[in-house]
């Protein structure tokens, strides 16, 4: 079973800072999608990274895809209150594995 | 263009009643997929379909749930008898061709609590 462990698995933070969310695992996958989830819906997709190394920026989101293909990050610059949610990470193969998520409060 | 809609939003039952949840995909998707979601956690596959054919239902605990997807178009969720332990959101999510070559577009998921 594939695995994906995200960090931390709750974050606080004032607006207007920035933070890191990572996602890893000991597994190798074809692909990596950020989705954010809001109370009552179903997660949204924000990104897809399918090549090691591969970096995409989205606005103010910055996502990584590790070298190696088993971990990626999400950065958020200035963040703002628009931005909570619940992050997850999933890796793409045979199917879509789902990480443990992050659930992220910006606090005005 | 509409998105994936399901019903109901909220289900409350007693256990050991039955449940059944509906889904209907975005037009023209083929690929259909059920995923359970537990408080804070990541969704989890509970089956796929290829049109009307399940090609993955691994994970579908069939002493209990079932799901069926006639025309290969609506789906339906059910589970018999429901338990405690089946408190969570169940997700139903579509794609035009299905996992990894296009995007999954989710619904917002119907939240069940059983008592």
């Known amino acids: 079973t594939q695995l994906l462990e995200q960090s931390p698995q709750f974050l606080s933070i004032q607006e207007g800072e920035n933070l890191t969310v990572y996602c890893n695992s000991s597994?190798?996958?074809?692909?990596l999608q950020w989705y954010r989830q809001e109370p009552g819906e179903g997660p949204v997709l924000l990104v897809t990274?399918?090549?090691?190394?591969e970096v995409k920026k989205l606005k103010r989101l910055t996502f990584q895809f590790g070298d190696a293909r088993k971990d990626s990050s999400l950065h958020i610059t200035a963040a703002q209150p628009g931005d909570t949610g619940l992050y997850l990470c999933?890796?793409?193969?045979?199917?879509?594995?789902f990480g443990t998520g992050t659930r992220l409060t910006i606090i005005p | 263009e509409a998105g994936v809609v399901q019903s109901p939003r909220y289900k409350i039952i007693e256990k050991k009643q039955p449940v059944a949840f509906w889904c209907n995909p975005i037009?023209?998707?083929?690929?259909l997929y059920w995923y359970l979601q537990n408080l804070g956690q990541g969704p989890e596959l509970l089956i796929r379909?290829?049109?009307?054919?399940?090609?993955?239902d691994s994970q579908l605990p069939k002493d209990r749930f079932s799901a069926e997807r006639l025309k290969g178009v609506d789906s339906t969720l059910k589970i018999q008898p429901a338990e405690l332990g089946d408190s969570a959101v169940y997700l139903c999510?579509?794609?035009?061709?299905?996992?990894?070559?296009?995007?999954?577009?989710f619904g917002p998921g119907t939240r069940l609590l059983v008592l």
């Open positions: 999510a579509s794609s035009h061709r299905g996992w990894p070559q296009e995007t999954q577009y």
């Open positions: 597994s190798v996958f074809s692909s």
């Open positions: 990274v399918v090549t090691g190394g």
């Open positions: 999933a890796g793409g193969g045979e199917k879509l594995t």
């Open positions: 037009s023209g998707h083929n690929t």
């Open positions: 379909y290829e049109n009307e054919e399940a090609v993955d």
